[in-house]
């Protein structure tokens, strides 16, 4: 019994240490998986737990204009972030910094969700913060933990220059941006991205690319100071562009322009620069670029003069009596007595039982070609549509660029409109519209819709016979090193083949609507300048009607074409003529 005893103890004590030794196996077993296999990942997550990578947002690139002279630059500005998971159990650090802000809980932790990256990584919550509110931030910090604040670039409009629809303005990126952007990792809720004009179209140049820095935190979550062994991540500013705008033209439309609403777009005809750009009333760029108060927007949205609306490229207007050298281009095409073809004018044009009026309602007398684009005789044009017809018109409306878009490099261009047979049947019904719509539409008034820069576009064609170029807004998107990464070269394109006669015939027609004694823009006139035009009224239901005047030089020294319009300004000769005189002189004084 004695040794069938110790015979089991010694299984027992064999057991138990086997079981120990299995049991040390497994120890050493998994401090070699955490310590040798997995060293590398879990280092990274011991680390993570005492230092935080804090973003460093990239300047935005800057915008000059065609000389050099900078537009739009950045400024710094404070950025106050929160890291969820630092803040989730202690709910005094949001209190401190909502009584701080002066804003409530519930906004922070609003603004905390919306810009979540993860619990880990800032969500910011405000931006634009005072430096009087930092300093108060840093008193407290102990008291805030889970809060830090950086700085960041935000726009600083330098320039005097109203060009706020063409620049556009950035905004708070939302979440439909960011699905846009989803394939650029660099996008973040919180961030600036261009919103309008300049800024969204080259979005993708002026963006940079953010750096990190790295920073020492305790148990606690507050900070101790930046890593010394970790080298900082840094930014990649965006790219800059160079503009076509000359300042100098660009102040002189401005000041002609004053508080009246409307809209001038100057063109290098040569070469489709816009070399002025207006578009009235404007908006306060400074409060659209930052986190603008419901009141403010409010108001802007409410506005009887929609600052926010752009005349110049989604403003649709009849186009009045500037688009009558269609008809004359047409005709002295088609028509071998289109130059000496003449029709009485007594102030009106009868068709059927109805009357349709000349702008002088006693009449123009006989009135040839030359003498009806020089004194904007309608009755003329009139009778000139019966013999072309509306499919024909359309056709050579179109091939001078209305109804389609210039794709101009900003967006919300709209195309405008060019009624032809399938558009008026559908509108009014199959064959029910009648020679009366055609009357108004060779006037440019009824269904035709065109916007200024369609305008001034035309006008560049009839200066350049017939031959297109591409405007544009930027000339060059450049490197800060200087490196040209966009250069947007010119880009003609023949669009209206006509024989030199009829080129030569309409240019002497519009000579004289502003040289001429009988012409409508003479107030347009220049001293040792030969300045080129057409005149319109564009009927407003709503109003007064809007004035018109396009033109262009032919002077190599100022190769420009340009479309004026005066929203409720009457008679294009009577307000738009004179003021881009107006125009025209301060550029022939313009110093050397």
């Known amino acids: 019994m004695l040794q069938g005893r110790n015979i089991v103890e010694g299984w ?34 011991a680390t993570a737990n005492h230092i935080r990578a ?46 701080v802000m002066e804003i409530s809980v519930e906004e922070i932790n609003r603004r905390i969700v919306k810009n979540r990256r993860g619990s880990f990584a800032p969500a ?72 309008k004009g300049l800024e969204k179209f080259y979005e993708s140049e002026l963006h940079g690319q953010r750096g990190f820095r790295y920073i020492e ?23 800059d562009l160079i503009l076509s705008i000359d300042s100098y033209i660009q102040f002189a439309v401005e000041k002609a322009l004053a508080d009246s609403s409307g809209s001038v777009v100057i063109l290098n005809h040569k070469t489709g620069e816009i070399l002025a750009y207006a578009s009235r009333p404007g908006y306060d760029l400074e409060m659209l670029s930052g986190r603008i108060s419901s009141k403010d927007w409010n108001a802007l949205m409410q506005d009887p003069r929609k600052p926010l609306y752009d005349r110049g490229i989604q403003g649709l207007y009849p186009a009045g009596s500037t688009i009558k050298p269609l008809a004359a281009l047409y005709s002295l095409g088609n028509h071998s007595n289109a130059k000496e073809r003449t029709y009485l004018c007594r102030g009106s044009y009868r068709l059927g039982n109805r009357s349709f009026g000349c ?60 009624p032809d047979t399938k558009y008026m049947n559908r509108k009014y019904g199959q064959n029910k519209w009648t020679r009366g719509n055609l009357l108004n539409i060779v006037v440019g008034q009824g269904d ?22 591409q405007p544009h807004f930027v000339n060059k998107v450049v490197s800060k090193n200087g490196d040209v990464i966009v250069e947007n070269i010119s880009q003609s394109n023949n669009k209206v083949t006509a024989s030199k006669d009829s080129w030569d015939f309409v240019h002497l027609a519009m000579w004289d609507v502003v040289n001429g004694k009988k012409g409508t823009a003479r107030a347009a006139r220049q001293k040792d300048w030969d300045i080129y035009g057409k005149t319109g009224t ?31 300004g009457g008679g294009g000769g009577g307000k738009a003529a004179p003021l881009i005189g107006k125009v025209l002189r301060s550029i022939a004084k313009r110093p050397s």
């Open 54 to 99: 804090v973003p460093v947002l990239a300047s935005r690139g800057v915008i000059y204009d065609r000389a050099g002279n900078l537009i739009v630059d950045n400024a710094p500005s404070y950025t106050i972030s929160v890291i969820p998971i630092e803040v989730k159990d202690k709910p005094e650090s949001l209190e401190r910094l909502s009584s």
């Open 538 to 568: 564009a009927q407003n239901p709503h109003g007064e009607d809007h004035a018109w005047f396009i033109g262009f030089s032919l002077d190599e020294r100022y190769p420009y074409s340009w479309a004026v319009l005066l929203e409720n």
């Open 359 to 418: 702008w002088k309602k006693v009449g123009h007398g006989k009135m040839n070609l030359h003498d009806a684009i020089q004194q904007s005789c309608n009755v003329y044009f009139f009778n000139l549509i019966q013999d072309i017809g509306l499919e024909d018109w359309a056709l050579i409306a179109r091939e001078f660029g209305f109804g389609a878009r210039a794709d101009i490099d900003i967006p919300g261009e709209n195309k405008g409109l060019v």
């Open 124 to 195: 910011k919550v405000f931006s634009r913060v005072p430096f009087e509110k930092i300093s108060h931030l840093q008193e407290h910090r102990l008291e805030l933990i889970g809060v830090t604040y950086s700085i960041e670039p935000i726009r600083n409009y330098v320039s005097d220059l109203d060009l706020s629809h063409a620049l556009g303005y950035t905004r708070e990126i939302n979440r439909d941006d960011l699905n846009r952007f989803k394939k650029d990792s660099d996008y973040q809720p919180g961030d600036q991205v261009g919103w």
């Open 12 to 45: 027992r004590s064999l057991l138990v240490h086997g079981l120990l030794a299995l049991l040390f196996l497994i120890l050493i077993g998994r401090y070699y998986y955490l310590m040798i296999v997995f060293h590398e990942k879990y280092a990274e997550k």
């Open 217 to 239: 935190v305790n148990a606690l979550g507050q900070e101790i100071g930046e890593v010394q062994d970790r080298a900082p991540i840094n930014p990649i500013p965006g790219h």
């Open 448 to 469: 035709v819709l065109v916007t200024p820069l369609q305008l001034a576009q035309f006008a560049g064609m009839l200066a350049q016979r017939g031959t297109q170029f």
